[in-house]
Every structure is written in C-alpha cells, then in structure tokens.
Nanobody
Framework: QVQLVESGGGLVQAGGSLRLSCAAS????????VGWFRQAPGKEREFVAA????????YYADSMKGRFTISRDNARSTVYLQMNSLKPEDTAVYYC???????????????WGQGTQVTVSS
C-alpha cells in the first residue's frame, strides 16, 4: 500500500505561482509513476502532469506545458508540481496519484491522495 498526502494549495491571484507537494509513504520503493490530476466543480477529473520513477521522463497536458513543471525527489518520497502564470481556469482540486500502466487516464491509478484546493482569483 502507498499513502499520498498533498499540500501547498491555496488562494492566489492570476499570474501568480504555487508549488504543490505530494508526499508518499508506505511501499515507496516500488518504481511507480506519479501523476497530478485536477477536478473543477461540475467537470471530469483531468490529467495535468506525470513523472516516471527515475524522474527522467515527464508528461504534461497541452494546456499546462510551459507553465507547470513536475519533479520528484525520491530521497524524500515527494513529487512536486510547480505552477506558474496561474489563470482563473486553473481553479480546481488537485490530486496526486500513483502507480498506473497508463499515464494520462485517471482510471488505472491505484493510489490517490485526498486533494488540495487551488483557487486563482482574477
């Protein structure tokens, strides 16, 4: 089992930045991929970014490329999502998830955090 805890969400003005953290515990020695997803009210959960166990390969949704950066520190069992140039449409609950054979679909991830709220004001 793997437990995931997100932190770092909050209220920020448009154009601002936030860094989300996803701390993993449990069987963190497994070489699993970690992804970030988000869900706005009334919308489906959507893929944001993902990183492989080594950190060598990253994946991004097209709308986040150039603004968001995902990274991981395996020594701290933590994955980060640096979000810059935030827009009001980035407002959502952000979730981290781990261990999936398919990167961009939320349906195959085995483990999920509880989510952290990000609100971007205009």
């Amino acid at each position: 089992q793997v437990q995931l805890v997100e932190s770092g969400g909050g209220l920020v003005q448009a154009g601002g930045s936030l860094r989300l953290s996803c701390a993993a515990s449990g069987r963190t020695r497994n070489k699993f991929i970690v992804g970030w997803f988000r869900q706005a009210p009334g919308k489906e959960r959507e893929f944001v970014a993902a990183v492989t166990w080594s950190g060598a390969t990253t994946y991004y949704a097209d709308s986040m490329k150039g603004r968001f950066t995902i990274s991981r520190d395996n020594a701290r069992s933590t994955v980060y999502l640096q979000m810059n140039s935030l827009k009001p449409e980035d407002t959502a609950v952000y979730y981290c998830a781990a261990d999936s054979p398919i990167v961009r679909s939320p349906n195959e991830y085995k483990y999920w955090g509880q989510g952290t709220q990000v609100t971007v004001s205009s």
